[in-house]
């Protein structure tokens, strides 16, 4: 009987697997938005999924420490709130990032699963969480979004274009000669189990292959959930960054060297500038 219930439960665990592997393919090789990378130098950005209050005391503090700006992707749904990821930020930590001319991205109003939720269901909370950004931040708006828990259905990636110049992924990888502005490919630090010897080959590998290396994490802390990472180790990723000769950028930023020629200003830069407009995006 024990054997039989250890057999059941590795099928399943393997089923589970395969499940995820075949949502993963058929998400990255559908509704792509492929733009061959025109930078002239290694790119590295550094950002933040679901913006823990955490992520900016610590690890924006520490960027800040080196003149380095990072990109934090906030669900507007979840602000105030005690998540998984730990104590999410406040309408207080939003002025504070534009302040200190970090970058805001999308995740979704509701922090929606990129999978299991409905196209139109999922459009409609990135629709409101513009719209919440909006009432806070007068003039803000987002130009990126990061794929919440999961890899995006096909109609969900193909309908991106419409609202963001890119979205990042996942993937535990780098981006190099080309890429797919519907799923760019990012590194979790979390996923690297504290091996920063890995991360470094990975941050010299990006040097040799001129590529953009996207790290991510969630919260940053002394006692960080499973999902985030201490600031010692954010720190000693960022060094090595530095040390490589990479340049670092926001999302946007570095996005804007890809492409070879200016896109868009920084989303501070845009913020600011629109709320002394009152110019609203496009839609």
Same mark, same amino acid.
């Given at each position: 009987?024990?054997?039989?219930?250890?057999?059941?439960?590795?099928?399943?665990?393997?089923?589970?697997?395969?499940?995820i *592997?075949?949502?993963? %393919?058929?998400?990255?090789? /559908?509704?792509?938005?492929?733009?061959?990378?025109?930078?002239?130098?290694?790119?590295?950005? #550094?950002? #933040?999924?679901d913006?823990?209050?955490?992520?900016l005391?610590?690890g924006?503090?520490?960027?800040?420490?080196?003149?380095?700006?990072? %990109? #934090?992707? =906030? +669900?507007?749904? @979840?602000?105030g709130?005690?998540a998984?990821?730990? $104590?999410?930020?406040?309408?207080?930590?939003? !002025? *504070?990032?534009?302040q *200190?001319?970090h970058?805001?991205?999308?995740?979704? #109003?509701?922090?929606?699963?990129?999978?299991? %939720?409905?196209?139109s269901?999922?459009?409609?909370?990135?629709?409101q969480?513009r719209?919440? @950004?909006?009432?806070?931040?007068p003039g803000?708006?987002?130009?990126?979004?990061?794929?919440?828990i999961?890899?995006?259905?096909?109609?969900?990636?193909?309908?991106?274009?419409?609202?963001f110049?890119?979205?990042?992924?996942?993937?535990?990888?780098?981006?190099?000669?080309?890429?797919?502005?519907?799923? /760019?490919? =990012?590194?979790?630090?979390?996923? +690297?189990?504290?091996?920063?010897?890995?991360?470094?080959?990975?941050?010299?590998?990006?040097?040799?292959?001129?590529?953009?290396?996207?790290?991510?994490? !969630?919260?940053?802390?002394?006692?960080?959930?499973?999902?985030?990472?201490?600031?010692?180790?954010?720190e000693?990723?960022?060094?090595?960054?530095?040390?490589?000769?990479?340049?670092?950028l926001?999302?946007?930023? $570095?996005?804007?060297?890809?492409?070879? *020629?200016?896109? !868009?200003?920084? =989303?501070s830069? /845009?913020? @600011?500038d629109?709320?002394?407009?009152?110019?609203?995006? $496009?839609?």
């Open positions: 009987m024990v054997r039989s219930g250890v057999t059941n439960w590795s099928l399943r665990v393997a089923g589970e697997r395969l499940r *592997k075949l949502r993963r %393919t058929v998400s990255l090789r /559908l509704a792509c938005r492929a733009v061959v990378m025109r930078n002239k130098e290694p790119l590295v950005s #550094f950002t #933040f999924d913006f823990p209050c955490s992520a005391l610590e924006g503090s520490i960027l800040e420490t080196y003149s380095l700006r990072g %990109t #934090f992707f =906030a +669900s507007l749904g @979840l602000m709130t005690t998984p990821t730990g $104590a999410i930020f406040g309408v207080s930590d939003l !002025h *504070k990032l534009i *200190k001319e970058e805001i991205g999308c995740h979704t #109003f509701n922090h929606y699963n990129a999978w299991e %939720t409905a196209p269901e999922f459009q409609a909370s990135i629709v969480n719209e919440a @950004l909006d009432r806070y931040l803000a708006f987002f130009r990126n979004f990061s794929y919440p999961s890899c995006p259905r096909p109609r969900t990636k193909r309908m991106m274009s419409k609202y110049d890119c979205c990042r992924g996942g993937g535990q990888t780098l981006n190099a000669g080309s890429l797919d502005l519907n799923f /760019l490919k =990012a590194f979790f630090l979390e996923k +690297s189990s504290g091996d920063f010897d890995s991360i470094a080959r990975l941050i010299e590998r990006n040097s040799r292959e001129r590529g953009w290396l996207i790290f991510a994490t !969630h919260d940053v802390s002394k006692r960080p959930t499973k999902f985030g990472c201490t600031p010692q180790f954010f000693q990723v960022v060094r090595c960054a530095i040390s490589s000769g990479a340049t670092i926001t999302v946007c930023g $570095a996005l804007e060297k890809v492409r070879g *020629k200016p896109s !868009h200003a920084s =989303a830069e /845009l913020a @600011l629109r709320r002394a407009s009152g110019a609203k995006p $496009a839609p």
